[in-house]
């Protein structure tokens, strides 16, 4: 509006106007086109400073959530709102994927419509009892997940990679062989996606020797406390040779207190070191619901 003001009453005085007022008339146009243009520019900056949580990462899921009818909507919910957001959930039908081909009715109604989203990576549970296990039991549970989808003619009942539940912390040449062996092996079956996805979860920082052997490595699941006292932030950078990219870590019982910007300084705080993250205010059976601030903490992940 002001722009077209300014026009007119250049053109008003026509070629009579003096050298001066053309000056003056093209200060005019110039300070009315700064004036368009900064407010827009500080309020970008503003806003882009306001909102700068860091790197984005992904949600971790651990869904030891028997799927009854209902039970997985407030997933469901947040994975359809939020479709920039990625998901990794780890479902765990019996300690693994159970001991029939197929899970039972209420996981094979409720795997598929989780599968479906773009923005969801499922992957199948298996525990290795610190490389001790059989590992011919192993691959036997794995070789279960990669046949479901051919097993239930439903390509959407599927993983797509494997959570390798208590991993050794401590370096053993044995145990890098096992789990080198069970890498190889999941990611060479047909029946895990294009390219298996594999997480391992010692629970703390293991010896660093083991973290090429997975895609992601659990390096913290405790509690919000333990996260503030080991100074949050500085955590990870102790392990030698990894990145943010290989690193997950798991945040349970935080206080109910601990909500509104003090949640997304701890979200900022944990992004900063991991690339998958899961945050909890329950603090006993974490993994078998949702905690209060459940919706809140996804949509930080977000931001
Ligand atoms: C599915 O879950 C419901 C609720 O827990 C249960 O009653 C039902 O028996 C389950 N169905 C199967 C096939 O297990
Ligand atoms: C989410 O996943 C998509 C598809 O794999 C990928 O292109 C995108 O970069 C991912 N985003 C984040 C924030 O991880
Ligand atoms: C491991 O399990 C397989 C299959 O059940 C069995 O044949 C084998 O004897 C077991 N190995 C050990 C060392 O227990
Ligand atoms: C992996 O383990 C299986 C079962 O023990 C064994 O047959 C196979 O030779 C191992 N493969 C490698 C590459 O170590
Ligand atoms: C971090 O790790 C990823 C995956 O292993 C690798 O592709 C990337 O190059 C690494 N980045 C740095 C800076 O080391």
Redo the contacts with the bound molecule.
Sequence with gaps: MSTSSTEKHVSSRGCLKSRRSRIIAGLVVFVVILAAVIPPVVVTTLRKKHNSMGPKSKVFVPLYVYPAPGAWSPLEDVVSSHPDVNFTVVINPGNGPGPDSLPDANYTREIPKLASHANVRLLGYVHTTYAQR?I??LR?DIETYAAWPKVSSNPDLAVRGIFFDETPQQYSDNAVAYLQNLTDFTRGLNGLGSDPFIVHNPGAIPDSRYLPSADSTVVFEETYNTFQTRNGANLFTAIPNSNRSQLCAVIHSVPNSVEGSKLRSLVKEARKVADELFITHLSTDYYASFGSQWSEFVDLMDK
Excluded: A, E, I
């Design positions: 059989n011919s039991l036997k």
